[in-house]
């Protein structure tokens, strides 16, 4: 049964910087495509960041291009998305997702961005 752990939210002040971490097991997870997603509170969730099963490939929403970087070791089973320059609305719960013919969702961790 395959499993999805994130880590890495808190309390970040607006311009701070953030490392999330997913930790996959249970799978195969060199062959799963990889995503962050983010709900805010009354909002639907929405994808953030998508990375190809090899990390060759990489897409970003446009609110956090430029910003938010996604990436991967496949010899750890973990993928990672590090947020820079941080704003309010960026507060959100974040998720990772594992997907090819099977979808795994992470439990999500928080992210706050408050003075």
């Known amino acids: 049964q395959g499993q999805l752990v994130e880590s890495g939210g808190g309390l970040v002040q607006p311009g701070g910087s953030l490392r999330l971490s997913c930790a996959a097991s249970?799978?195969?997870?060199?062959?799963?495509?990889m995503s962050w997603y983010r709900q805010a509170p009354g909002k639907e969730r929405e994808l953030v960041a998508t990375?190809?099963?090899?990390?060759?490939?990489?897409n970003y929403t446009d609110s956090v291009k430029d910003r938010f970087t996604i990436s991967r070791d496949n010899a750890k089973n973990t993928v990672y998305l590090q947020m820079s320059s941080l704003k309010t609305e960026d507060t959100a719960v974040y998720y990772c997702?594992?997907?090819?013919?099977?979808?795994?969702w992470g439990q999500g961790t928080q992210v706050t961005v408050a003075s």
């Open positions: 990375i190809r099963s090899t990390g060759d490939s990489t």
């Open positions: 249970g799978f195969t997870f060199s062959r799963y495509a």
């Open positions: 997702k594992a997907s090819w013919f099977v979808v795994y």
